[in-house]
């Protein structure tokens, strides 16, 4: 543990073994965790907000959870669990939010290719999850000759019809948040970082980035009021970029709908035997070399898999082509992190098609995660009692021995091992 924020802190310093007011290593650590699944939350609710969309309840738990963690108010090790679990059941409701205003404001996504490299002129690259910021932005630049591409979780905008109608989006540069430094350094355009996952810039490009919303960088000029003028004056006195060969297409934008519209294909393929397994290999991407198991993981499994997944962890795999069975592809992208509620979605209307409970369909989750907003998705996951996720590259830092022995016991929760090993466990 490490708890610095009252006077009587140990040493003056930190409690690091106990608390001086009695407060368990333990208790301290899920704190934290329900800390960290409070910020995930609230960047979604922020993305909700700037389209106009907010939710009483989730503004009430904000209150509570953050209230819990004060100094002398709650040592229960029992009810922090019980409060994490709440915390999950908020990020459901928060992601459903985002999703209802991002469907609602841009139209439900349908799939889309997305070719990646650069087409001749000038550019703005923008990352980040806000669709807003890209929406503002594809406005103010309709007409320009400026050409926008997409990086990172900005991918799934192209799936979006209200988006995709926007002639001069066209395309990705780049996959995950960490290959930043390379593409940004390597395609010499505007950039524009609209949310988490902006890196301190090289000194190369910092001149040309530009940041908005709650993104800020040190040195990078920062965008208060949607008013994308100094990003456009920059995009158009920057040399144009060349065109590239297109030849990696990557398909995003499966909604619920989509999915769904398949249902009766997929009962059948199932009790055919010829669909044996939807796996939702979903999270966030990590530079880790542990990494490299998504990618490992994916190519290995056999042809009867169905793979589901979203956030930035798709980058590992989303450029092979695994073909589809009889129609149904075998690669589905759901979009964004927040976008894990369409597979939440989706679950739940497979376990009305094949009449059984959640956990007994035929599916398995296999995460990754990097951060905070990971951490609130986690806690949904286990307050929806989906039992038997795998998690990785790594175990997260702040669960101690007495938590993760929690989540073993109670979720069965699996830390990645090797890749075939882990399918054969999963196809049993
Ligand atoms: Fe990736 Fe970053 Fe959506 Fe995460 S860009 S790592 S949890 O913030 O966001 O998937
Ligand atoms: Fe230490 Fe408790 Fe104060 Fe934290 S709240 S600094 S654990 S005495």
């Known amino acids: 543990m490490f708890c610095y924020q009252c006077s009587q802190t140990a040493r003056e310093t930190g409690c690091t073994v106990v608390g001086v007011c009695g407060k368990q290593p333990t208790v301290a650590r899920l704190q934290d965790n329900l800390l960290f699944a409070i910020k995930g939350i609230s960047a979604y609710l922020y993305h909700a907000r700037e389209l106009g969309y907010t939710d009483d309840d989730v503004d009430a738990f904000l209150e509570k959870g953050f209230f819990s963690t004060l100094t002398n ?10 409060l994490a679990l709440e915390a999950g059941q908020m990020n459901i409701k928060t992601m459903q939010l985002l ?3 991002h469907n609602e404001t841009y139209g439900e996504p349908v799939p889309t290719e997305v070719p990646v490299g650069s087409v001749k002129g000038p550019g703005i690259i923008v990352t980040g999850h806000s669709l807003k910021n890209l929406e503002e932005l594809l406005k103010q630049t309709e007409g320009k000759g400026i050409n926008i591409y997409t990086h990172s979780e900005m991918l799934p905008a192209h799936g979006y019809p209200g988006l995709k109608k926007y002639k001069h989006l066209v395309g990705q540069l780049g996959g995950p948040w960490f290959d930043q430094k390379q593409t940004f350094s390597k395609y010499p355009v505007a950039i524009l ?27 990078v000029q920062h965008i208060d009021d949607n008013d994308f003028t100094p990003v456009i004056e920059k995009a158009l006195e920057l040399p144009e970029l060349e065109d590239e060969a297109r030849d990696t297409v990557l398909t995003t934008g499966f909604g619920a709908s989509t999915v769904l519209s398949l249902a009766p294909k997929i009962k059948e393929l199932v009790e055919a035997g010829k669909i044996k397994q939807f796996i939702l290999v979903g999270g966030c991407d990590s530079p880790k070399p542990q990494a490299k198991y998504y990618t490992e993981f994916v190519e290995k499994l056999p042809k009867e898999v ?13 450029d092979m082509d695994l073909g589809d069975i009889e129609g149904v592809p075998r690669l589905i992208d759901l979009g964004q992190c927040n976008d894990a509620i369409v597979a939440v979605d989706i679950a739940v209307a497979l376990t009305e098609l094949f009449g059984v409970e959640l956990n007994e369909l035929p599916l398995t989750i296999v995460l990754s995660w990097m951060e905070q907003k990971a951490a609130a998705i986690l806690w949904s996951l286990l307050a929806l ?11 997260p830092g702040w669960a101690n021995e007495d938590i993760i022995n929690v989540l073993v016991e109670n979720y069965d929760l699996k830390p990645i091992g090797d890749p075939e090993e882990d399918i054969k466990a999963i196809m049993g």
């Open 193 to 219: 970082g609209t949310s988490n996952c902006v890196l301190l810039p090289r000194d190369e490009y910092k001149e040309r980035m530009f940041t908005s919303g709650v993104a800020q960088l040190p040195g």
């Open 306 to 318: 169905v793979v589901l997944t979203l956030a930035c962890g798709k980058y590992r795999f989303n």
């Open 99 to 101: 999703k209802k205003a």
């Open 73 to 82: 108010v709650n040592f229960d090790a029992a009810d922090l669990v019980e």
């Open 385 to 395: 009692d989906i039992k038997g996720m795998y998690i990785g590259p790594i175990l």
